[in-house]
DNA sequence: CAGATATATGAGCAAGTACGCATATATTAT
DNA sequence: ATAATATATGCGTACTTGCTCATATATCTG
């Protein structure tokens, strides 16, 4: 007689709760179309808040709202330049998951 | 004299709202925990909700809520047999992300 | 100095999200 | 047929999120 595994025979391979969570805490930043624009024009030049307000099309207020949580996130820098403050991407692996995130929804 | 350059002179390159919105949506998936470790795990093999649910620790429903969700966006696909209810990747993408995001999380 | 410009930040709100509960359906076992 | 098992799904709820508004700080201009 041949006794066919089904289910639950087996155990399950699986991430735990703490590294699936500062992965997931990864993919946050780029789950955001807003974000994901700031980081898409950060990866070609830096800028200052009033440049990716104007091209995001949204109020200063939420720009710098974004790029707090980004720079919380240690994804981007600044630095003061007179009155401006100028945006950087400061992270590599961001940029490659944007990069990868791109090519593939491109390629679809 | 020299006029320096400070801001808003030259163009900024940004991704369409269009395109951001479907890369983020994309992103969005890998930004929760649990679908990170249903992710992790149906990278391994094919899974049962129930073999989920208990990896997971969680309940029934909230697994299968969170398989209806990754269904609908053709990130897995189903198999019934008997009573179970298979699950599968059906996306090389997400797996690709998933794993460089590990990669990136684990070198750092 | 006063006024304009550039950015930051707390509060509040509307929308979205993830979970559990209750319930429904389908399949298998007794 | 009845009970148990496996999964799906509508609803309610606690929590999160992204924005605007109001306000604060800093710098530059006249």
Redesign the pocket.
Known sequence: MVTEVI??EQGVMMLDEMTASALAETF?VL??S?RVRIISALVEREL???EL?EALG?????T??????LREMRLVA?T?R?????YRLDDEHIADLFQQGLAHILHT
């Open positions: 289910c639950g946050k789950s955001d807003t200052c808040v009033h307000s949204l109020s200063h207020s939420a710098s709202h974004q790029l707090a949580m600044a003061k007179g009155r401006h403050k100028i």
